[in-house]
């Protein structure tokens, strides 16, 4: 899978929007764009993906720039809860099984 | 929330001993998966099953074993558990195989072998 690029943490006041950044330059053109994230001990959490046009769910946005080389999570009121790793991770679109392989991923503070 | 399970969800055990993990899912999702993580090491993929008696291996299957004789459950079985098998182990499932499908996970079997 090709590789993404995060920074390593950021921080948000509580209710304010959240905009995490990834970097995927050399994403191909059938790589699906999953972002997972995990709170302290707890199992990962699905939050979104998508392959060219912006995604809106229950959790969160994804907007992915037109060039697709990068796109950005976006939380639109950070809470308490919130505050995890996110991990934004390349799929590539083949037939068969994929595995999830986490990088470092970028870790959410969330100030009261 | 999906609803998948494991258990046990905590277990010590010692060297040498066999241990079978047990992961249920309601949901009917065709693709199971055992993680393994670890510090340092991120989430590694042990073995993942693409249907009934459907298995394959993963980045790390040395020493570990599954089945998946239902749609809803997937055992994982170490042989003879040894030390450096001590982590968190995850289970998830999805209902494809590729990228346009997303993983669902269970909370964790944190297992320690003495």
């Known amino acids: 899978d090709a590789k993404t690029t995060q920074p390593n943490s950021m921080e948000s006041n509580e209710e304010e929007p959240v905009h995490l950044p990834c970097n995927h330059s050399?994403?191909?053109?059938?790589?699906?764009i999953h972002w997972y994230r995990q709170l302290p001990s707890q199992g990962p959490e699905y939050v979104i993906h998508?392959?060219?046009s912006n995604v809106n769910n229950r959790m969160a946005s994804l907007a992915i720039a037109e060039d697709r080389k990068s796109s950005t999570l976006i939380l639109h009121r950070a809470t308490l809860r919130d505050a995890a790793v996110y991990y934004c991770?390349?799929?590539?679109?083949?037939?068969?099984?994929?595995?999830?392989?986490f990088g470092k991923g970028t870790k959410l503070s969330v100030i009261p | 929330d999906a609803g998948i399970t494991q258990s046990p969800r905590h277990k010590v055990t010692e060297t040498g001993t066999p241990v079978t993990l047990r992961c249920h899912q309601t949901?009917?999702?065709?693709?199971m998966y055992w993680y393994r993580q670890d510090p340092g090491h991120g989430l590694r993929l042990i073995h993942y099953?693409?249907?009934?008696?459907?298995?394959d291996k993963g980045e790390v299957s040395d020493g570990y074993s599954v089945s998946r004789s239902k749609t809803e459950d997937f055992l994982l079985t170490l042989e003879s558990a040894t030390s450096s098998q001590t982590s968190v182990y995850f289970c998830?499932?999805?209902?494809?195989?590729?990228?346009?499908?997303?993983?669902?996970f269970g909370p964790g079997t944190r297992l320690t072998v003495t």
């Open positions: 998830a499932i999805s209902d494809g195989g590729t990228g346009a499908y997303e993983q669902y």
């Open positions: 050399t994403i191909s053109g059938t790589d699906y």
């Open positions: 998508g392959l060219t």
């Open positions: 991770i390349l799929i590539t679109s083949g037939a068969g099984s994929y595995q999830l392989t």
């Open positions: 949901e009917n999702h065709r693709y």
């Open positions: 099953s693409y249907g009934v008696k459907d298995t």
